[in-house]
């Protein structure tokens, strides 16, 4: 099992760049594939992007893909989402999760960090 918790959310404005944060618990990090999702007011919650247990594969949603950045540093138990060039359309509220290879569906998630973007 594995405890998640997002960092790094705030307000900026258009054009700025944000890096948030998603620290792990547990010793078994590196086995885990990560995701970042984000759910705006009213809106259903949208897929971000993911990497893969290693770090070596990336996927990204159409939309971000160009301006968002999925990494990870498993000696750290963490995993980062860089988001550059942001646009009033990217705030929400930004979620990690994570699943074990093995599982199709994520099914630990962190607790959110909101990022607004002001214009």
């Known amino acids: 099992q594995v405890q998640l918790v997002e960092s790094g959310g705030g307000l900026v404005q258009a054009g700025d760049s944000l890096r948030l944060s998603c620290a792990a618990s547990g010793r078994t990090f590196s086995s885990y594939f990560m995701a970042w999702f984000r759910q705006a007011p009213g809106k259903e919650r949208e897929y971000v992007g993911s990497i893969s247990a290693t770090g070596d594969s990336t996927h990204y949603a159409v939309s971000e893909k160009g301006r968002f950045t999925i990494s990870r540093d498993n000696a750290k138990n963490t995993v980062y989402l860089q988001m550059n060039n942001l646009k009033p359309e990217d705030t929400a509220v930004y979620y990690c999760?994570?699943?074990?290879?093995?599982?199709?569906?994520?099914?630990?998630w962190g607790q959110g960090t909101q990022v607004t973007v002001s214009s």
């Open positions: 999760a994570a699943r074990r290879g093995f599982d199709v569906a994520y099914n630990y």
